[in-house]
Protein backbone atom coordinates (compact mmCIF):
# COMPACT_ATOMS: atom_id res chain seq x y z
CA UNK A 1 0.00 0.00 0.00
CA UNK A 2 1.44 3.42 -0.67
CA UNK A 3 0.82 6.52 1.80
CA UNK A 4 0.98 10.27 1.30
CA UNK A 5 2.60 12.70 3.95
CA UNK A 6 1.27 16.46 4.06
CA UNK A 7 3.14 18.33 7.13
CA UNK A 8 4.77 21.16 6.80
CA UNK A 9 6.86 20.74 9.34
CA UNK A 10 10.09 18.53 8.21
CA UNK A 11 11.31 17.29 11.13
CA UNK A 12 7.73 16.21 11.93
CA UNK A 13 7.53 14.75 8.50
CA UNK A 14 10.78 12.56 8.98
CA UNK A 15 9.31 11.57 12.23
CA UNK A 16 6.38 10.44 11.21
CA UNK A 17 7.57 8.40 8.26
CA UNK A 18 9.91 6.86 10.18
CA UNK A 19 7.40 5.59 12.77
CA UNK A 20 4.80 4.19 10.00
CA UNK A 21 8.05 2.24 8.66
CA UNK A 22 8.12 0.37 12.27
CA UNK A 23 4.41 0.43 12.71
CA UNK A 24 4.24 -1.60 8.97
CA UNK A 25 7.55 -1.65 6.98
CA UNK A 26 4.73 -2.62 3.95
CA UNK A 27 3.40 0.76 3.29
CA UNK A 28 5.54 2.35 1.16
CA UNK A 29 5.54 6.64 1.46
CA UNK A 30 5.14 7.86 -1.92
CA UNK A 31 5.61 11.44 -1.31
CA UNK A 32 5.97 14.47 1.32
CA UNK A 33 3.82 17.83 0.39
CA UNK A 34 4.30 20.58 2.72
CA UNK A 35 1.49 23.21 1.85
CA UNK A 36 -2.07 23.05 0.19
CA UNK A 37 -0.46 24.57 -2.84
CA UNK A 38 2.11 21.83 -3.19
CA UNK A 39 -0.84 19.18 -2.42
CA UNK A 40 -3.00 20.65 -4.73
CA UNK A 41 -0.73 20.35 -6.97
CA UNK A 42 0.14 16.60 -6.35
CA UNK A 43 -3.08 15.51 -6.81
CA UNK A 44 -3.20 17.06 -9.76
CA UNK A 45 -0.59 14.93 -11.01
CA UNK A 46 -0.72 11.78 -9.10
CA UNK A 47 -3.01 9.10 -8.47
CA UNK A 48 -4.86 8.86 -5.61
CA UNK A 49 -3.34 7.31 -2.61
CA UNK A 50 -4.26 4.20 -0.61
CA UNK A 51 -3.89 6.34 2.75
CA UNK A 52 -3.52 10.19 3.68
CA UNK A 53 -1.71 11.64 7.01
CA UNK A 54 -2.46 15.04 6.46
CA UNK A 55 -1.97 17.60 9.54
CA UNK A 56 -4.67 19.99 10.16
CA UNK A 57 -2.57 23.58 9.92
CA UNK A 58 -0.34 23.78 7.26
CA UNK A 59 1.78 26.90 6.34
CA UNK A 60 -0.43 28.33 3.91
CA UNK A 61 -3.82 27.88 5.40
CA UNK A 62 -5.51 24.48 6.80
CA UNK A 63 -5.55 20.97 4.73
CA UNK A 64 -9.45 20.78 4.90
CA UNK A 65 -9.13 22.99 1.54
CA UNK A 66 -7.16 20.59 -0.26
CA UNK A 67 -10.17 17.88 0.25
CA UNK A 68 -12.55 20.37 -0.74
CA UNK A 69 -10.97 20.44 -4.39
CA UNK A 70 -10.82 16.58 -4.65
CA UNK A 71 -13.22 13.85 -4.10
CA UNK A 72 -11.05 11.48 -2.45
CA UNK A 73 -11.87 7.74 -1.43
CA UNK A 74 -8.92 6.60 0.84
CA UNK A 75 -8.36 6.71 4.36
CA UNK A 76 -7.41 10.12 5.66
CA UNK A 77 -5.60 10.65 8.75
CA UNK A 78 -5.25 13.74 10.26
CA UNK A 79 -2.88 14.85 13.06
CA UNK A 80 -3.68 17.74 14.81
CA UNK A 81 -2.37 19.68 17.99
CA UNK A 82 -6.31 21.12 18.47
CA UNK A 83 -8.28 21.37 21.83
CA UNK A 84 -10.76 18.24 22.67
CA UNK A 85 -13.70 20.81 21.24
CA UNK A 86 -12.42 20.13 17.82
CA UNK A 87 -11.50 16.46 18.42
CA UNK A 88 -14.38 15.67 19.66
CA UNK A 89 -15.89 17.13 16.04
CA UNK A 90 -13.23 14.45 14.35
CA UNK A 91 -15.23 12.01 16.50
CA UNK A 92 -18.70 12.90 15.56
CA UNK A 93 -17.71 12.95 11.89
CA UNK A 94 -15.92 9.21 12.18
CA UNK A 95 -12.61 10.48 11.18
CA UNK A 96 -9.32 9.28 12.47
CA UNK A 97 -6.92 11.40 14.28
CA UNK A 98 -3.46 11.04 15.98
CA UNK A 99 -2.38 13.87 18.28
CA UNK A 100 0.89 15.33 17.93
CA UNK A 101 3.12 14.59 19.10
CA UNK A 102 2.20 11.25 17.93
CA UNK A 103 2.13 7.94 20.01
CA UNK A 104 3.22 4.72 18.61
CA UNK A 105 0.18 2.69 19.88
CA UNK A 106 -2.25 5.12 18.52
CA UNK A 107 -0.64 5.46 15.09
CA UNK A 108 -0.49 1.10 14.83
CA UNK A 109 -4.24 1.45 15.54
CA UNK A 110 -5.00 3.91 12.98
CA UNK A 111 -2.72 2.08 10.43
CA UNK A 112 -4.56 -0.77 11.18
CA UNK A 113 -7.98 0.69 10.80
CA UNK A 114 -7.59 2.31 7.61
CA UNK A 115 -6.44 -0.52 6.47
CA UNK A 116 -9.72 -2.86 7.77
CA UNK A 117 -11.33 0.18 5.72
CA UNK A 118 -9.39 -0.16 2.35
CA UNK A 119 -9.98 -4.17 2.63
CA UNK A 120 -13.74 -3.67 2.99
CA UNK A 121 -13.87 -1.49 0.28
CA UNK A 122 -15.50 1.22 2.53
CA UNK A 123 -15.83 4.75 0.49
CA UNK A 124 -14.26 7.26 2.92
CA UNK A 125 -14.93 10.56 0.77
CA UNK A 126 -14.64 13.13 3.17
CA UNK A 127 -17.53 15.47 3.74
CA UNK A 128 -15.63 18.66 4.33
CA UNK A 129 -18.43 20.88 4.47
CA UNK A 130 -19.96 19.16 7.85
CA UNK A 131 -16.14 18.84 9.16
CA UNK A 132 -15.80 22.74 8.96
CA UNK A 133 -19.26 23.59 10.44
CA UNK A 134 -18.42 20.86 13.59
CA UNK A 135 -15.56 22.67 13.29
CA UNK A 136 -17.36 26.37 13.44
CA UNK A 137 -14.67 27.41 10.57
CA UNK A 138 -15.75 29.20 7.28
CA UNK A 139 -15.56 27.16 4.37
CA UNK A 140 -13.53 29.27 2.83
CA UNK A 141 -10.59 28.89 5.65
CA UNK A 142 -8.06 32.08 5.41
CA UNK A 143 -4.94 31.25 4.10
CA UNK A 144 -2.17 32.25 6.50
CA UNK A 145 1.20 33.17 3.94
CA UNK A 146 3.74 34.40 5.75
CA UNK A 147 4.26 37.72 6.79
CA UNK A 148 8.22 37.97 7.48
CA UNK A 149 11.19 35.78 6.98
CA UNK A 150 14.14 35.74 8.97
CA UNK A 151 17.40 36.72 7.09
CA UNK A 152 20.77 36.31 7.76
CA UNK A 153 23.51 38.76 7.33
CA UNK A 154 26.59 38.13 9.14
CA UNK A 155 25.23 35.65 11.71
CA UNK A 156 23.14 38.19 12.53
CA UNK A 157 18.98 37.58 12.10
CA UNK A 158 16.94 40.12 11.40
CA UNK A 159 13.08 39.97 10.67
CA UNK A 160 12.06 41.63 6.95
CA UNK A 161 8.63 41.90 6.48
CA UNK A 162 7.39 40.48 3.47
CA UNK A 163 6.26 43.99 2.07
CA UNK A 164 9.76 44.78 2.04
CA UNK A 165 11.12 42.53 -0.05
CA UNK A 166 12.02 43.12 -3.79
CA UNK A 167 12.34 39.78 -5.16
CA UNK A 168 13.52 36.47 -3.34
CA UNK A 169 16.77 34.94 -5.77
CA UNK A 170 19.06 32.12 -5.80
CA UNK A 171 22.68 31.88 -5.86
CA UNK A 172 24.74 28.87 -4.21
CA UNK A 173 22.05 29.95 -1.37
CA UNK A 174 19.10 31.42 -1.32
CA UNK A 175 18.94 35.38 -0.84
CA UNK A 176 16.42 37.76 -0.38
CA UNK A 177 16.59 41.11 -1.36
CA UNK A 178 14.66 44.34 0.40
CA UNK A 179 13.47 47.12 -1.70
CA UNK A 180 16.80 49.15 -0.02
CA UNK A 181 18.89 46.79 -1.92
CA UNK A 182 19.70 44.89 1.43
CA UNK A 183 20.67 41.42 0.96
CA UNK A 184 20.33 38.30 3.55
CA UNK A 185 20.46 34.49 3.62
CA UNK A 186 17.17 32.58 3.89
CA UNK A 187 17.15 29.79 5.50
CA UNK A 188 15.47 27.39 2.99
CA UNK A 189 16.94 24.63 0.52
CA UNK A 190 15.11 25.52 -2.39
CA UNK A 191 12.97 28.53 -3.92
CA UNK A 192 10.23 26.35 -4.37
CA UNK A 193 9.54 25.92 -0.79
CA UNK A 194 9.70 30.17 -0.15
CA UNK A 195 7.26 30.21 -3.38
CA UNK A 196 4.35 28.22 -1.03
CA UNK A 197 4.57 30.71 1.64
CA UNK A 198 4.32 33.64 -0.55
CA UNK A 199 0.96 35.07 -1.40
CA UNK A 200 0.70 34.31 -5.66
CA UNK A 201 -1.08 37.56 -5.74
CA UNK A 202 1.86 39.47 -4.42
CA UNK A 203 5.13 37.08 -5.69
CA UNK A 204 5.72 35.45 -8.60
CA UNK A 205 8.18 33.12 -9.86
CA UNK A 206 9.90 34.71 -12.84
CA UNK A 207 12.14 32.21 -13.59
CA UNK A 208 14.45 28.95 -11.61
CA UNK A 209 16.21 31.81 -9.39
CA UNK A 210 14.18 34.15 -9.20
CA UNK A 211 10.75 34.60 -7.38
CA UNK A 212 9.32 38.67 -7.18
CA UNK A 213 7.14 41.07 -5.19
CA UNK A 214 4.97 42.54 -7.72
CA UNK A 215 5.38 46.41 -5.99
CA UNK A 216 9.04 46.20 -7.07
CA UNK A 217 7.94 46.18 -10.87
CA UNK A 218 8.65 49.37 -12.39
CA UNK A 219 7.99 48.81 -15.85
CA UNK A 220 8.10 45.27 -18.41
CA UNK A 221 10.13 45.43 -21.70
CA UNK A 222 9.09 43.04 -24.41
CA UNK A 223 11.89 41.64 -25.96
CA UNK A 224 12.46 40.39 -30.04
CA UNK A 225 12.06 36.60 -29.09
CA UNK A 226 8.83 36.91 -26.71
CA UNK A 227 10.50 37.17 -23.64
CA UNK A 228 9.98 39.89 -20.90
CA UNK A 229 12.35 41.69 -19.19
CA UNK A 230 11.25 43.31 -15.62
CA UNK A 231 12.92 46.70 -14.66
CA UNK A 232 12.71 47.24 -10.88
CA UNK A 233 11.61 50.48 -8.92
CA UNK A 234 14.68 50.74 -6.68
CA UNK A 235 17.61 52.26 -8.33
CA UNK A 236 20.12 50.10 -6.40
CA UNK A 237 19.12 47.35 -8.50
CA UNK A 238 21.37 46.71 -11.36
CA UNK A 239 20.09 44.38 -13.26
CA UNK A 240 16.47 43.07 -14.95
CA UNK A 241 14.48 40.36 -14.57
CA UNK A 242 13.99 37.85 -17.54
CA UNK A 243 10.82 36.26 -18.18
CA UNK A 244 10.49 33.56 -20.57
CA UNK A 245 8.34 33.06 -23.42
CA UNK A 246 6.15 30.33 -22.24
CA UNK A 247 5.79 32.21 -19.03
CA UNK A 248 5.06 35.64 -20.47
CA UNK A 249 1.43 35.15 -20.77
CA UNK A 250 0.84 34.16 -17.44
CA UNK A 251 2.84 37.02 -16.31
CA UNK A 252 0.62 39.36 -17.81
CA UNK A 253 -2.21 38.25 -16.31
CA UNK A 254 -0.97 38.47 -12.96
CA UNK A 255 -0.01 41.91 -13.18
CA UNK A 256 -3.74 42.93 -14.37
CA UNK A 257 -5.22 41.12 -11.14
Known sequence: MNALIIEDEKLVALELASSIAEVDPGLNIIGTVG????????????????????????????????????????????????????????????????????????????????????????????????LLNALNMPAAAKSTYKEHFLGNARNSWVPIRVSDIAYFTRDQLNFMVTNGNERYIVDYDTLDEIEDLLDPSQFYRANRHCIVNINAVQSVKGLANLKLSLRLKSPNHQFDIEISRDKAPSFKKWLEK
Open 35 to 130: SVKTAIRWFSENAEPDIIFADVQLSDGVSFRIFEQFRLSCPIIFTTAYNEYAIQAFKVNGIDYLLKPVDWDELKQAIAKAQSLIKAKSNQSLDVQK
